[in-house]
């Protein structure tokens, strides 16, 4: 649950920088950016999700 909540917040921080980007500089800087963070950010809740499945499986006990 807390996952969660750190991505939200996040999403809602890349909106934030996003509509900073688009008023100070221009709508093309502001796209780059939240096609890059945004991408990140998946790609970053994915393997933290594969790391943590992997942290809680139990071992297989090969040898009896």
Known sequence: MKNVI???AS???I???R????????EQVAE????ISVSFLF???VLLAAKTR???KKPV???R
Request: charge should be positive; proline fraction near 0%; aromatic fraction near 16%.
């Open 6 to 8: 750190i991505a939200a």
């Open 11 to 13: 999403m809602v921080g």
């Open 15 to 17: 909106i934030v920088v």
């Open 19 to 26: 509509m900073i980007l688009s008023i100070a500089f221009s």
């Open 32 to 35: 780059v950016f939240i096609r």
């Open 43 to 45: 790609f970053y809740f």
């Open 54 to 56: 992997n942290k809680t």
């Open 61 to 63: 006990d090969c040898i």
